[in-house]
């Protein structure tokens, strides 16, 4: 059975999608002292709370803090470039 395609709408807004509970680390970093003096999550505390969800198997909190670091790197806030075609 051939891949499904996404829908131009849906590939646009699923960060909406990955976000279940918005502000979940934000507390929990608040609770445990990984917040930077500016409020912001530390990258450290990131990488713990990473450890610890692979060995628990806690796939919910896996998913938060991976797209945490994602957000944290910058992958997701920079613009891809398109490759210019040939012939154009």
Do not use: H
Not at 21 to 29: H, K, V
Not at 30 to 51: C, F, H, Q, V
Not at 59 to 80: E, Q, Y
Request: hydrophobic content about 30%.
């Amino acid at each position: 059975m051939p891949p499904r395609k996404r829908k131009r709408t849906q590939m646009k807004k699923f960060i909406q999608q990955a976000i279940k509970r918005e502000g979940r680390l934000q507390r929990l970093a608040a609770r445990e002292g990984g917040l930077n003096p500016d409020g912001t999550i530390k990258m450290s505390w990131l990488l713990k709370k990473k450890k610890q969800a692979m060995q628990r198997g806690d796939k919910s909190l896996l998913g938060a803090v991976n797209l945490a670091i994602r957000f944290k790197k910058g992958d997701l806030t920079k613009k891809r470039k398109r490759k210019k075609r040939k012939g154009r």
